[in-house]
């Protein structure tokens, strides 16, 4: 169900020398790229383009830094951002940097507007497997972040869910969604019949149950059925501008206050998932930390790259409203490691 690439992309953990590193000023910001990711036709304007001047304008591209855990679907991913951001994103594989590096590009040199955690083999709860991620969750509090498949796990995991075996794993087959409406569903259609049909490969799953209050579920298979790829028309799918009827778009603020005291998820959402329904997203509620179970970036998935473009807006609108609020300085919160820089976005 791979979409088959014939150019593989560099990573800047293929790199040892700092030097193949650059930092370039963009306007009020700082944009960091290795040149060797960036294709030639988009190497001059990447360069040249100026960053924010005005705090009621929205970024004319995005810098992502996607984080590889060692999974064929990175590039499948990659492909998308590159699209969407306007720019490439910046590949770093989970082992590549150290916390000080992390640190260092991020706070220092300020230069990622949002970050993409990869799908991966293995479980969060093994650190060969995971590398860097639950740091950058459980410390990055104040950057958009998108957890994909093990990137979902991960982040259910370091807020104290518990990662456990699912009824039965599913290998490339098609799942029918159910959402909320947050955001990051945004013009997506939801439920049975819908279109929003999406790939899963996993064996492992977010226990509903067991998620913490600040954790809430946004999406779920609407059935325990799955469907065959290879059985699945064209007229099946639904063209990413379908536009839905979603009603009023739920923020993280708005969630934030609905689910401030008490639990998580609703008795409705809790006697669904009990009836075999599988989690498919969670959201932080005060963090901008999004993951997915399924993978949007898959050619087979419906909407995925709808969902790729709103969490772009979400990171533009997260950086709009930072600038327009009295928070003027993007701050580092960490738990050991030196790593003490309050940098002016």
């Known amino acids: 169900m791979n979409l088959l690439v014939s150019k593989p992309f560099i990573r800047v953990g293929d790199f040892t020398k700092k030097e193949n590193i650059q930092v370039f000023n963009h306007g009020s910001r700082k944009a960091f790229i290795s040149g060797h990711l960036v294709p030639g036709h988009l190497e001059g304007s990447f360069m040249g383009r100026k960053r924010l001047e005005e705090p009621s304008r929205k970024l004319e591209f995005v810098r992502t830094l996607l984080i590889d855990n060692y999974d064929s679907y990175t590039y499948n991913i990659y492909q998308e951002l590159s699209v969407i951001n306007g720019l490439p994103p910046v590949v770093v594989q989970n082992d590549a940097w150290t916390w000080k590096d992390i640190c260092h590009y991020l706070y220092e040199e300020n230069a990622f507007d949002n970050i993409v955690i990869s799908p991966g083999p293995?479980?969060?709860?093994?650190?060969?497997?995971?590398?860097?991620c639950l740091r950058l969750l459980l410390e990055c509090r104040d950057i958009p972040i998108l957890g994909?498949?093990?990137?979902?796990?991960?982040?259910?995991?370091v807020h104290g869910a518990r990662v456990?075996?699912?009824?039965?794993?599913?290998?490339?087959?098609?799942s029918e969604i159910e959402h909320r409406g947050c955001r990051l569903f945004h013009d997506i259609p939801s439920g049975r019949n819908s279109g929003f049909k999406v790939v899963r490969y996993h064996s492992l799953v977010v226990d509903a149950e067991s998620l913490p209050k600040e954790l809430i579920p946004i999406a779920w298979?609407?059935?325990?059925?799955?469907?065959?790829f290879l059985g699945t028309q064209k007229s099946d799918v639904i063209p990413n501008g379908y536009e839905s009827q979603l009603g009023q778009q739920i923020s993280i603020e708005?969630?934030?206050r609905k689910f401030k005291s008490g639990n998580s998820f609703s008795l409705s959402d809790s006697e669904g998932l009990r009836s075999g329904k599988v989690l498919m997203g969670i959201m932080h509620s005060t963090r901008p930390h999004y993951g997915l179970q399924f993978h949007p970036e898959s050619?087979?998935?419906?909407?995925?790259?709808?969902?790729f473009k709103n969490f772009r807006?979400?990171?533009?609108?997260?950086?709009?409203?930072?600038r327009s609020s009295s928070i003027s300085e993007r701050k580092v919160h960490y738990t050991g490691a030196p790593c003490k820089s309050t940098v002016q976005i």
């Open 299 to 307: 050619v087979a998935t419906c909407h995925g790259r709808q969902i």
């Open 221 to 228: 298979t609407s059935s325990s059925d799955t469907l065959s």
């Open 122 to 132: 293995g479980s969060p709860t093994c650190p060969e497997d995971i590398g860097i």
């Open 313 to 322: 807006e979400i990171t533009e609108d997260y950086w709009l409203r930072m």
């Open 148 to 157: 994909v498949c093990l990137g979902h796990q991960a982040l259910g995991y």
């Open 254 to 256: 708005s969630f934030s």
């Open 164 to 174: 456990v075996h699912a009824s039965e794993p599913v290998h490339g087959r098609l």
